[in-house]
């Protein structure tokens, strides 16, 4: 038969104090003599007694607030995960867990630091954001932790900045992905892939597109890089330049978001000649609709459903001063039209223009 856990009552039995002085020592209110707070730690050590975080937390009334700060525009990916957030925050709200979702313009390191700056003075018990390995937005980190804030940063890692811990996939392993899909579908002729990004200074990006490069040379060149800045019109326009100026492209990697630019162009594209091997990131309906429709050949979904619930896991378990329960990348889902989910109707696509 199992032995019972210990409780609070056996450690403070075993210390040879009262109750209430060994539940001031487990929960750090401090006015303890030393000598006393000793013998209590050491009953916990020698028992082995876990505290009950959930039953402290209750007992004390503590609330929990935790701020995620996504990229705003035109991005129906983000616009896809600060409805997940939402919807997290809505469940969680019972057990007294605050969670707020704000955006910033993307690719502009000043609003974020701004925005970083205010939420460090604002008690906030956690914060996770899409960050950049931009100075400014490194040193903003490091203020928070300084504070005493846990920081994740959500899908591009920031491996130079002082955060807890990164929450995404392993964008490089993406990379490579797309670039041995794209060496497959090319059944070992030679041919030139043009890359499309939000911005090489997104490190999501950059990881991305040299991920591809590791692994399709020498048989597939790459086509100078396109810099959409997420926004339709801008990737519409400069990828129906490149397809014209350069007939010798035979696929497109899209590593970044503006997607439906790159729709509408492939849409415009001569029904009586190949169009080029399109591979392209996340699951949202205008992704999904061009799948169904064969203008495109594969989608790279990030899976932001198990960010959203890691990122909440883990900004509680580090409000709590404990450590993450899971490091590891979340490991995408390669979609094809063949594979598709259930369609989710509570998605919108991009509307910006």
């Keep these: 038969m199992d032995r019972p856990l210990p409780t609070l009552s056996d450690v403070a039995q075993r210390a040879g104090v009262s109750y ?3 539940d001031r020592v487990v929960n750090a209110r401090g006015g303890v003599a030393e000598k006393s707070a000793s013998r209590v730690r050491a009953a916990i050590e020698e ?3 876990v505290r009950n975080l959930a039953a402290a937390n209750l007992s004390q009334q503590r609330h929990y607030r935790f701020v995620a700060v ?3 525009g035109d991005n129906a990916f983000f616009k896809r995960m600060c409805g997940l957030l939402e919807a997290a925050a809505d469940r969680l709200r019972p057990d007294r867990v605050g969670l707020t979702v704000e955006t910033v313009e993307a690719f502009d390191a000043p609003a974020l630091c701004a925005r970083l700056e205010a939420l460090g003075g604002d008690g906030v018990d956690g914060l996770a954001l899409v960050g950049s390995d931009d100075p400014r937005v490194l040193a903003a980190i490091a203020d928070l932790r300084a504070r005493g804030i846990p920081v994740l940063t ?3 890692d920031v491996p130079g900045a002082d955060s807890n811990g990164y929450v995404g996939i392993d964008n490089t ?11 497959l579908a090319h059944g070992g002729q030679p041919g030139r892939v043009l890359p499309v990004v939000g911005a090489l200074s997104a490190r ?7 991920g591809l490069r590791a692994v399709i040379r020498p048989r597939i060149a790459v086509a100078p890089v396109i810099e959409g800045r997420d926004r339709k019109g801008r990737v519409a326009k400069r990828v129906a330049a490149a397809l014209q100026a350069d007939p010798g492209i035979t696929a497109i990697y899209s590593a970044g978001a503006g997607n439906a630019g790159l729709i509408k162009v492939l849409e415009s594209l001569p029904r009586d000649r ?13 992704s999904r609709r061009a799948l169904e429709r064969g203008l495109i050949d594969i989608v790279i979904d990030q899976r932001p459903e198990d960010a959203v619930a890691r990122v909440v896991e883990g900004l509680r378990l580090l409000a709590d001063k ?10 995408p889902t390669i979609y094809l039209a063949d594979n598709l989910p259930a369609s989710d109707t509570s998605q919108k696509g991009e509307t910006s223009p």
């Design 322 to 331: 404990r450590e993450l329960a899971r490091t590891d990348p979340i490991l």
């Design 204 to 210: 999501d990006h950059a990881d991305r597109v040299a």
């Design 154 to 156: 959500l899908v591009s």
């Design 20 to 22: 209430a002085t060994a």
């Design 70 to 72: 996504l990229p705003g």
């Design 47 to 49: 028992l082995g007694y």
């Design 274 to 286: 190949p169009r080029p091997i399109v591979v392209l990131h996340e699951l949202v309906p205008h």
């Design 173 to 183: 392993v993406a990379g490579r992905t797309a670039g041995r899909l794209i060496v």
